[in-house]
Nanobody, 124 residues
Framework: QVQLVESGGGLVQAGGSLRLSCLAS????????MGWFRQAPGKEREFVAA????????KYADSVKGRFTISRDNAKNTVYLQMNSLKPEDTAVYYC?????????????????WGQGTQVTVSS
């Protein structure tokens, strides 16, 4: 079993920055591909970013390319999402997820482990 706990959410003005963290516990974290998803009220959960288990590959949703950066520190069992140039439409609950196959994945069904989510609110 793998447990994921997100932190770093909060309230920020448009154009500002925020860094989310996801701390993992359990077996073989370094072999998990990791992803970030988000869900706004009235909308389906959507893919944001993913990183391979080795860290040598990333993928981003078109809506966040050039603004968000996903990274990981396997020694600390932690995945990060650096969010820059934030927009009001980025407001959502952000979820950390793990994929046991270890490769890049963009759909909810491909992830087995999920955190509880952290709220990000961007004001205009």
């Amino acid at each position: 079993q793998v447990q994921l706990v997100e932190s770093g959410g909060g309230l920020v003005q448009a154009g500002g920055s925020l860094r989310l963290s996801c701390l993992a516990s359990g077996r073989s974290f370094s072999r998990l591909a990791m992803g970030w998803f988000r869900q706004a009220p009235g909308k389906e959960r959507e893919f944001v970013a993913a990183i391979r288990w080795s860290g040598d590959g990333t993928k981003y949703a078109d809506s966040v390319k050039g603004r968000f950066t996903i990274s990981r520190d396997n020694a600390k069992n932690t995945v990060y999402l650096q969010m820059n140039s934030l927009k009001p439409e980025d407001t959502a609950v952000y979820y950390c997820a793990g994929n046991i196959l270890g490769g890049l994945a963009t759909t909810i069904k491909e992830y087995e482990y999920w955190g509880q989510g952290t709220q990000v609110t961007v004001s205009s």
